[in-house]
């Protein structure tokens, strides 16, 4: 068995990574690509190593020859790497096709060892090694039938997004017989690259012998095995994370990010907050159907968007101002909140994050983080304030306060002219179904009070990336608007605004059932040894982490399975103790989690 290595493109999307390097030089934690590439192969044992060099091949040789690398390697050169593509490079090494079996790799490919040993220990002889179609994939896809034989090669221009599910993605590793090389994939690459030219790929080739009657090729399906191709710095700050060596730096890559884990397929997200149960298909499907329009169409701008808030909350339009998710009306709004102000701590940090000066801070005095409005009222009634912060059920603690005693609250900043903040980003997720103060007369009533509301946490809609800030202070709302970019939403975010209305007794359905398995999780959670669960009226749960765990510890191990917590152990307010923030996601991925905390002991 020998290694055969295309390694002559120009890997131009790298830009300036790729200027005087070819593509397979550059690093990947410090380490080159093709010198991972040439160990993983040298580990077992083949015969040599044919490498097609091209743009920069000399620097690629003499880069090789410091890498000690045992196995025999021979070198072909495509002199015309910039006039044709990878049929060509392959083409230029056929002969070596014939004389032996032949593991064909890419050189912009890094994959963990195991998926090198699953192509080789196959007993199979001629395989293309295949991974379930994801977002982040590229180039050309598969279908396969249950036997696994390849019944279509589909390239990007035939692909077709309505049969996403049928789909898999090559490799871009293959193992070829020596026979199979001799009887089917050089003669037709001979006949392909005469009639059609240089200028194709060589999977093509592969595509034209599916068509036979008699399958030759077969598909080797990876399951959950690492693997990535890197074509353009996303790409590369991508496989970055997912290859770190470091358990510990890679958390602190995959924490950095804030979000986009879509790019993660195979990642358990607890670390953001959701609905899991919101929006319904048929939403979904609404918001599908007006895609074209809705992807070229400007969107309103802020009066318009601000009846279709106030048409869905029961507002008035000159009460609610829109933004493009809560946290940046949270910034608008922190640079004018009188000072000094209260908070609870541990608590949402977007908020003292966005103020010049320190709060005066009230900590619960119970491992539970509990408290109520009169201990609020208790506490900073002699402080002297001119503005109070309150998250209702805050984040992360999940302390939840009853409306009639938030209310009491509202009244008593109202007396002492003490501006009031409340965010009520978590509300809808409480039990009891009318905790909200976010109403027309309400907010009239005390205009010393502001409420904030995330329609992204609430409705699970977080990448359309839309909140709300509402108040009886007319003044307050119009500077607001005027702060803001006039088109400070997209059009996919105000047509949600448009239909919400639709879909009430869906959501009304939807927090049922999340209320429902927020109790069958917690329930669950409180069966892991090393966990305490605090209780909870949010679409979270914190819990305190217990030996022989750390909050730290417990996060990078779960990472190592593919699930992403929240550590709250370094944020202000836990003095060091061992918290953690666990998303409520649906039954199956609570249950997948719950498992894995429980094997961790093993």
Request: glycine share 4%; proline share 5%; hydrophobic share 40%.
């Amino acid at each position: 068995m020998q290694g055969l290595i295309l390694a002559a493109g120009m890997g131009s999307r790298l830009k300036h990574l790729t200027a005087d390097n070819t593509k397979c030089m550059i690093k990947v934690n410090g380490v080159t690509l093709i010198e991972r590439m040439l160990h993983q192969i040298e580990a077992h044992n083949l015969s040599r190593i044919v490498i097609v060099t091209g743009y920069e091949g000399d620097k690629l040789r003499d880069y090789i020859a410091t890498l000690n690398i045992s196995t025999p390697i021979v070198y072909v050169d495509n002199p015309i790497y910039d006039k044709t593509n990878n049929i060509y490079s392959l083409a230029l090494a056929k002969d070596f096709l014939l004389e032996d079996d032949t593991i064909l790799f890419e050189s912009d490919l890094i994959f963990e060892d195991s998926v090198l040993t699953c192509l080789l220990t196959d007993p199979r002889e001629t395989l293309a090694l295949v991974d379930k179609y994801e977002s982040w994939m590229d180039g050309t896809v598969i279908k396969i039938d249950d036997n696994d034989h390849i019944t279509a090669f589909v390239p990007g221009s035939k692909f077709v997004y309505a049969d996403i599910e049928k789909y898999y993605k090559t490799v871009n590793l293959y193992k070829f017989s020596k026979e199979f090389s001799r009887t089917h994939y050089v003669p037709f690459l001979d006949a392909y690259t005469k009639a059609l030219g240089e200028n194709e790929y060589y999977e093509q080739v592969l595509r034209v012998i599916t068509l036979l009657d008699e399958p030759v090729i077969e598909a080797k399906r990876l399951e959950g095995q690492k693997w990535y191709e890197i074509d353009d710095t996303q790409d590369l700050d991508i496989a970055s994370s997912i290859f770190h060596p470091d358990p510990h730096e890679r958390r602190k890559m995959f924490e950095s990010r804030y979000g986009g884990y879509w790019r993660y397929p195979q990642l358990l997200d607890y670390c953001y907050l959701v609905n899991p149960y919101f929006p319904p298909r048929r939403m979904k499907d609404e918001i599908k159907a007006n895609f074209d329009v809705l992807l070229a169409e400007y969107p309103s701008g802020m009066r318009v968007n601000s009846l279709l808030a106030a048409k869905n909350f029961g507002l008035l339009p000159e009460q609610v101002v829109v933004g493009n998710g809560a946290a940046e009306l949270i910034k608008s709004l922190m640079l004018d909140v009188p000072a000094p102000y209260g908070i609870v701590r541990p608590t949402f940090e977007e908020y003292p994050n966005r103020h010049d000066s320190k709060p005066v801070v009230f900590r619960p005095n119970n491992p539970d983080f509990r408290y109520s409005a009169d201990d609020l009222m208790d506490y900073f009634d002699d402080k002297d304030i001119r503005s109070l912060i309150l998250i209702n059920p805050d984040n992360p603690s999940g302390n939840f306060i009853a409306r009639a005693d938030v209310e009491r609250l509202a009244k008593w900043c109202t007396q002492r002219n003490i501006f009031f903040v409340l965010d009520e980003s978590f509300i809808d997720f409480a039990e009891d179904d009318d905790a909200s103060l976010l109403h027309d007369d309400v907010l009239d009533q005390y205009p010393q009070m502001v409420i904030v509301k995330s329609i992204s946490k609430s409705f699970g809609v977080a990448g359309l990336r839309l909140g709300i800030l509402a108040s009886g202070n007319r003044e307050l709302i119009a500077t607001m608007k005027k702060d803001v970019a006039i088109w400070n939403i997209n059009s996919f975010a105000e047509f949600y605004l448009q239909i919400e209305e639709k879909y009430k007794k869906d959501y009304a359905k939807a927090l049922v059932e999340f209320r429902a398995e927020r109790a069958n999780f917690i329930e669950g959670l409180s069966q892991v040894p090393y966990l305490r669960v605090l209780p909870s009226q949010a679409n979270f749960v914190t819990c305190e982490v217990l030996p022989p765990f750390s909050a730290g510890d417990l996060t990078t191990k779960l990472l190592e399975k593919s699930i992403l917590i929240k550590d709250l152990s370094p944020k202000t307010g836990f003095d060091g103790h061992e918290y953690i923030r666990l998303a409520v996601r649906d039954h199956t991925d609570n249950q997948q989690l719950i498992q894995t905390l429980h094997e961790l002991l093993k």
